[in-house]
């Protein structure tokens, strides 16, 4: 088959990327300020040659300094897409040949550009996001199926369908490093590695996130010229649905009034 990997959520490991990463002292917004936070996360960072988990919740949270989202953008060896739900309807989402209208390059300014006119940086930076789920799959076991983690657990209807993995199947690094179609399907398969899925109830957003490794037929991880794992990062978003549409314009114009107050208290400070 083209997917293999499997593992049971993990509450706790929701709980600890909730607290650590989006309100804790060591990595999110209380009790420290910006210099002291931005210096603890370098050194943590750069301490640790593996992207952990709560690494890629911040990163995927959509808040987290330039350092660690540069080193999480470089990790995808493979292909980025970011579908809309509407995808699943598109009989061209995935051309016969050539890349799909949605595998774009990630970079470091479109990321942080994406961050700030979505609203779900500011969403996070507000403990407006909801971690729905957040689960390492790497280490499971490949026998079991994982079919119920392609799509969201609250919304069945945003999912990860076999078009996209018999897309990422077909792409292999060539001895260039870039990546190339080459309908490989017997020889490569895909594994589900993390899943992640995020509400952002400021913008109305809700996000499932999967990475998947290339690997073979026998199960060894494809790598590419440099050495590097073959890494996909999958996006499927929908924005504006029910009563989040009402709800979230209730909370954005809360949180311009809050901004706005805040901003008229700064300035009084300075003018003392």
Request: hydrophobic share 40%; proline share 3%.
């Amino acid at each position: 088959g083209l997917l293999q990997g499997d593992c049971p959520a993990s509450p706790s490991l929701q709980r600890s990327i909730s607290r650590d990463s989006f309100g804790g002292t060591d990595f999110g917004f209380g009790g420290t300020d910006f210099g002291s936070m931005r210096n603890s996360f370098r050194n943590r960072v750069d301490q640790s040659t593996h992207l952990s988990l709560l690494i890629y919740g911040r990163f995927h949270g959509m808040i987290i300094g330039p350092v660690a989202a540069k080193r999480c953008i470089e990790s995808f060896t493979g292909r980025v897409l970011s579908l809309p739900s509407t995808y699943l309807h598109n009989s061209d989402a995935f051309p016969a040949r050539g890349l799909s209208p949605w595998d774009t390059p990630l970079s470091l300014s479109k990321y942080y550009f994406e961050a700030l006119f979505s609203l779900t940086g500011l969403s996070t930076l507000l403990c407006l996001t909801d971690i729905v789920e957040a689960c390492d799959l790497d280490d499971l076991d490949s026998h079991r199926s994982p079919s119920h983690f392609l799509k969201s657990a609250i919304v069945p209807e945003l999912e990860v369908d076999s078009r996209v993995l018999q897309y990422l199947a077909n792409y292999s690094a060539d001895n260039r490093g870039t990546m190339s179609n080459r309908a490989r399907v017997s020889a490569h398969s895909v594994k589900l590695v993390r899943k992640f899925e995020f509400l952002f109830r400021l913008s109305g957003t809700r996000a499932v996130i999967l990475h998947f490794k290339s690997v073979t037929g026998a199960g060894e991880v494809v790598r590419d010229s440099k050495g590097r794992e073959v890494l996909h990062c999958v996006e499927v978003y929908e924005t504006g649905w029910g009563y989040y549409v009402a709800h979230s314009m209730l909370l954005q114009v809360g949180a311009v009034a809050g901004l706005l107050c805040l901003g008229a208290a700064f300035k009084s400070v300075l003018k003392k």
